[in-house]
Every structure is written in structure tokens, then in C-alpha cells.
């Protein structure tokens, strides 16, 4: 009698006679990319499971990335794809997508973004945050924390200290402010 509970087909770990090892199950062919686990499962399957093979940020939240130029540049060239849509190029939150109706972020200067830690921010890269759609399906680990990388130079840029200033820099300001 065939019912909903006895079904022509194998269970996991069911033994079959046609094949050679009599063993249902096959190896995935060559080549293939599981998307139920690893960078793509979390978006693509909404299984958790993501395994990273980006190094685990410190403690504090910080990034495990030093920063370097190069880095800085990925950042930037990973941002200026994928957030400034959205975000603005120099992260006010103003991009066109957001001219054009979509729901505006916080800038980068709001003090809660300036507190808050790298991990913080990969983390809203890679699972989304609110009405934002996840990217860690289409920005790898290494992608996110260069990216984070660059908020961080973006945050700089419009707040750093004068003290930090290199004098052509002092100069140069001391000749805007006259
Ligand atoms: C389609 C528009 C859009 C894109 C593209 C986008 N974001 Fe967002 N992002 C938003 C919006 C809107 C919010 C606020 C969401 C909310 O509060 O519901 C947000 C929030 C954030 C936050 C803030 C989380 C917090 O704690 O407030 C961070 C950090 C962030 N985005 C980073 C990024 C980065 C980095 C990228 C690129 C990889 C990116 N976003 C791409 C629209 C976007």
C-alpha cells in the first residue's frame, strides 16, 4: 500500500542496490558549492552555519584586519559598489537610491555609529540591519571588514582632530577658515 509515509524514495543514510558502495547517498559532482553552509548559507538558506574563514574579530569587537592602504582601497572600492548606492559616497546617508524614495540610514557621524565597534558594523553588513537586505552572500568576510575599514577612514575624514592634523594640512585649513 503506498500512503504519505511510505514513499518510493531513499532516506538519509537508506542503502541501495544500485550502486556500487550500496549506498544511496552520492558525493556532490566535482566543482560544486554547497549553499547550506559556509559564506552563502546564512541569506541564501536562512540556516545558520555560516563558517568563516576570515579571522574571528578580537574581543573588543575590533576588526582582525590591520589596516593597511591596500585594504583601505578594497574598502572602497567594495563601499562605492555595494553601500554608497544607499549610504552616500562619504557616508551621509543621502545616495541616490535614498533620493529616490528609499527609507534614509544614519550617517556615519551620528555618535551612536562612531561608538559603535567593527564587529558591529560587519555584522550589520553581512546579516542586514532593519530594512537593510544582508549582503553576506555577494561581500565575503574579508570584503566586510575592508569595508568597515573604510566607514572608519569616512568617519575620520569629516571628524578627525585638529592636534592630528599634518602641518600642510593645518596650513591648509588655516587658509580656508581666513
Ligand atoms: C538599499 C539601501 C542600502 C544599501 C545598498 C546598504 N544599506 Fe546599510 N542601511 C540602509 C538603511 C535604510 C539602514 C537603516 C535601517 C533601519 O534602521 O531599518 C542601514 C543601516 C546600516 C548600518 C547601521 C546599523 C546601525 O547600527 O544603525 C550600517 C553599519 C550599514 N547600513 C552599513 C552598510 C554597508 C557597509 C553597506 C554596503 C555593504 C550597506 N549598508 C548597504 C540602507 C542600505
Known amino acids: 500500500m503506498h500512503d504519505m509515509y511510505s514513499q518510493p524514495k531513499y532516506k538519509?543514510?537508506?542503502p541501495s542496490s544500485l550502486f556500487a558502495d550500496d549506498k544511496a547517498a552520492r558525493k556532490p559532482p566535482e566543482g560544486t558549492?554547497?549553499?547550506a553552509t559556509g559564506e552563502r548559507a546564512g541569506p541564501s538558506s536562512g540556516r545558520l552555519g555560516?563558517?568563516?574563514a576570515a579571522p574571528a574579530p578580537a574581543s573588543s569587537?575590533?576588526?582582525p584586519y590591520p589596516v593597511t592602504l591596500a585594504l583601505l582601497q578594497r574598502g572602497r572600492n567594495r563601499y562605492d559598489i555595494y553601500c554608497a548606492g544607499c549610504h552616500g559616497l562619504a557616508g551621509e546617508g543621502n545616495g541616490m537610491i535614498v533620493q529616490r524614495g528609499f527609507p534614509r540610514p544614519l550617517s556615519y557621524l551620528d555618535d551612536r555609529l562612531?561608538?559603535?565597534t567593527?564587529?558591529?558594523l560587519a555584522h550589520a553588513i553581512s546579516d542586514g540591519y532593519g530594512v537593510m537586505?544582508?549582503?553576506g552572500?555577494?561581500?565575503d568576510a574579508h570584503d566586510r571588514w575592508a569595508i568597515v575599514a573604510y566607514i572608519r577612514a569616512l568617519q575620520l575624514s569629516q571628524r578627525a582632530p585638529v592636534e592630528h592634523l599634518a602641518p600642510q594640512d593645518l596650513k591648509a585649513l588655516g587658509e580656508g577658515a581666513r
Open 12 to 14: 538519509p543514510g537508506s
Open 33 to 35: 558549492l554547497p549553499i
Open 50 to 52: 555560516r563558517v568563516d
Open 61 to 63: 569587537g575590533a576588526s
Open 114 to 116: 562612531l561608538r559603535a
Open 118 to 120: 567593527d564587529a558591529a
Open 133 to 135: 537586505y544582508p549582503f
Open 137 to 139: 552572500d555577494r561581500v
